[in-house]
C-alpha cells in the first residue's frame, strides 16, 4: 500500500504543474488545460484522503467535480472557439481589451 | 343617513370624467357632465340644508375614515354640515351651476375647452371639502386645493407670459398665507391638544385666556392666512392680477367662492377670535383699510375686469371689518349677497368682453345698452345692489356692517366713517363702468362694432337668475330696524358665533347713518353720470387738475413697485450674491467636485493594475492565495 503522503505529493506536484502552466504559457489552449490539471490534482487528493477516513463522502465530491469540469470545457472551449474565430490567435497577451 | 359625501362626490366625478375622458368623447360630453355633475351636487346641498335645519343642535356629521390615529390625536374624514356650511354650500353649488353653464356659452370653441371644465369641477370639489371639513386638517386639503385650482384657472392661457406670471404671482402669494395658517394650526394643536373646530370653539374660553399673548398669537396667524386668500393688505395685489383667467373662472373663484375661504375661516372660529381683541382691532382696521384702498384704484381702473377685481378686494374688506367688530352673521350675510351680485356683474362683464371680440377696455365700449339689452338690464342691477340702492341685496348687508362698525363695542365711528366713504367711492366706480360700456357714444372700432350681438342664452339665463338673487337676496337679512319682517339671517345663525356684549346706539341713529349712506350713493351716482355718461371727456379736466393723486391711483398707489423694490429686488440681490455666488458655488458645489475630484484620482492611481492581461491576474490570484495561507498558518 502506497503511502498517503507519496500521493498527496503527487497531487500538489500536479497543482504546481497546472498553476505555472497557467501563469507562464501563452497559449490559451494549455493554459485551459492546466486548469483541467489542476482540477484533477484536487479530486487525487479528495480520493486519498477518502480512502485514508475510510468514507465514501469524498468520492461523491469526485462526481460532482468531474461533471462541472465538463460543463465547463465546453463553455470554455467554445469562448475559446469564438475568441480564435475573431482574432485568429491563442496568444492571451493579445486577448486585453477587457480593461478598465 | 344623510349623506354628505355625495356633495363633493359629483363633482370629483365630474373632475374625473372631464379629464381623463373629456378629450375622447368631444365637447358634447363635457357639456352634459360639467354642469350636471354641480346640480346633482346642489340638489343634495338642498337636501342637507333642510335636514340641517330640522337636526337635533343644527349639525349633520359624518365620519368616513380614520385617516390618522396616533396617541390621543385623531384626525378623520369627517364632514359636518351647520348653519355656516350649509349657506356656504347652497352658494358654491348654487352659484357655481350658473357659472358653470354660463362657461358652456363663454368657452365655446376654445381648444381647451375639457380642460377647463375637468378644473372648474375639481375646484368646486376642493371648495366643498374646504367647508365641510370638520377639522384643520381637512379645511386645509381644500385650501390649498383651491389654490392650486386658482393657480391652474388663472393660467389657463398659460401660453400667454402674462398669464403664466400672474398665476405664479397668485400661488406665491397664498403660500405667504398657508405659512400663518400652518403655524396657527400647530399652535392650536399645543394649546388644545385636538384641531377640531368643535372641539375648540367650545374650550376656546376655558382654555385660552382672554387677550392673552397665545390666542392673539394664533388669530393674528390665521388672520395672515385669511389675508392671503381672501386678498386682504398686504397681500392682496395677486388678486387683479389673477383677471388674467377666462371671465367665469374670475367670477367663480376670485368673486363668489375662494376668496370668502378666509372669512369662512374666521366666522367658523369666532370662539376663538373674540378671545383677542387685539387681533380684531387689526381685523377691522386692515379690512376697512383694503376696502378704502381698494376702492380708490378702481376709480380710475380703464380695463373693465379689474375695476370688478379691486371692486371685490374693496368688498372683501367689508366683510373683515364685519368680522373684525364682532358682526360675524353680518359679514356671512354681505359673503352671500356679494356672491349674487358680483358673480353677475363679472359675467356680464364677459358677456360684454365676448361680445366686442375679447376687448376689456371701457375705453373702446360704450353704447352698448341697445345692443345688449340683457347684460345691461342685469348689469345694472347688480350695480344697484353693489352701490347700496335701498332694497337691493348689498343695501341690507352693507347697511348692516356699517351700522355694527358704529354701534358695536369693537367698533368706532372712525370705522364707520371710511366705511361710508368707501361706500360712496363704491357706486361711483361701479355707475362710471355702467356708463362707459353702456351709455355714451360708441367706441367700439367699426369692424367689430358691426358684429356686437346679445350673448346665447346659456351666458343670459344665469345672467337673469343672479340678476334676481341680486335683487332679492337682501330680504334675507332685513335689519331689525325695519320691522317689516324678521331678520332671518340673524334667526338663522341664532348661537352659532360667539356673542359680544351688545352694543350702543339708538335706533334714530341707525335711520340718520342710512340714510346719510343712501344719499352719498345717489350723490355718487349723480357725479358718475356727469362725469361719464358721454365718455372720458368731462373727466379729463378733472383729471388735469389732481395729477398727482390721478397717477397715484391709474398706478395702484405703486405698491407692486413697493414690493418689488423692498422685497423682491433685495430678495434677488441676496440669493444671487449671497446663496448662489458665495454660499451655493463654494460651499457645496466645492464639497461636491472635492468629492468627485478624490474618487478619481484614487481611480488613476490604481488603474494600471486592471490591464487586461489574465495572466498578471492570475498571478496576482496566486500571490493572493500564499499571502492568505502563509498568515492562516
Partial sequence: MIPIE????????????????VMLRRNVIVIFMSIELMLNAVNLSFVTFSRGMDSMTGVIFIFFIIVVAAAEAVVGLSIILSIFRTRKTLNIDEFNILKW | MSQIWLVPAFPLLGFLLNGFLGKRFGTRFVTFVGPLAIALSFAQ?????????KAEGNVLHEHLYTWISSGNFEAGINFQVDQLSALYLLVITGVGFLIHVYSVGYMKGESGYYRFFAYLNLFVFFMLILVLGDSFLLMFVGWEGVGLCSYLLIGYYFEKDSAAEAAKKAFLFNRIGDFGVLSAVMLIFLAFGSIEFATI??????????GGALVTA?????????????????????????????????????????VTAGLYMVARLSHLFVLAPFTMNVIAVVGTATALLAATIAVTQTDIKRVLAYSTVSQLGYMFLAMGVGAFGAGVFHVMTHAFFKALLFLGSGSVILAVHHEQDM???????????ITYMTMLLGTFAISGIPFF?????????????????????????????????????????????????SRVDSHTAEHVRESPLSMTIPLMILAALAVTGGFFGVPHVFHVIPNGMENYFQGFFAEIPSGHGSVSMEWTLMAFSVAFALLAWFFASRLYHSGFD????????????????LNKWYVDELYN??????????STHVLWRLFDQNVIDRAVNTTADVARMVGNSIRPLQNGLTQNYALIFTLGTFLIIWFVT
Fill in chain 1, 6 to 21: 507519496h500521493i498527496l505529493l503527487l497531487s500538489a506536484a500536479l497543482f504546481t504543474i497546472g498553476v505555472l502552466g
Fill in chain 2, 45 to 53: 346641498s338642498l337636501v342637507l340644508f333642510f335636514q340641517m335645519l
Fill in chain 2, 201 to 210: 370653539n367650545a374650550e376656546a374660553a376655558t382654555q385660552l385666556e382672554y
Fill in chain 2, 218 to 258: 394664533i388669530t393674528l396667524l390665521l388672520f395672515l392666512g385669511a389675508t392671503g386668500k381672501s386678498a386682504q393688505i398686504p397681500l392682496y395685489v395677486w388678486l387683479p392680477d389673477a383677471m388674467e383667467g377666462p371671465t367665469p373662472v374670475s367670477a367663480l373663484i376670485h368673486a363668489a367662492t375662494m
Fill in chain 2, 363 to 373: 375705453r373702446k365700449m360704450g353704447a352698448l345698452k341697445n345692443k345688449l339689452p
Fill in chain 2, 393 to 441: 341685496s348689498g343695501f341690507f348687508s352693507k347697511d348692516e356692517i356699517l351700522w355694527k362698525a358704529y354701534s358695536s363695542p369693537l367698533g368706532s365711528p372712525w370705522l364707520w366713517g371710511v366705511g361710508f366713504l368707501t361706500a360712496g367711492l363704491t357706486a361711483f366706480y361701479m355707475f362710471r363702468m355702467i356708463y362707459l360700456t353702456f351709455h355714451g357714444e
Fill in chain 2, 538 to 553: 368731462l373727466a379729463a379736466g378733472l383729471r388735469s387738475k389732481w395729477e398727482t393723486l390721478y397717477q397715484l391711483s
Fill in chain 2, 565 to 574: 423694490t423692498l422685497i423682491i429686488q433685495p430678495g434677488r440681490l441676496f
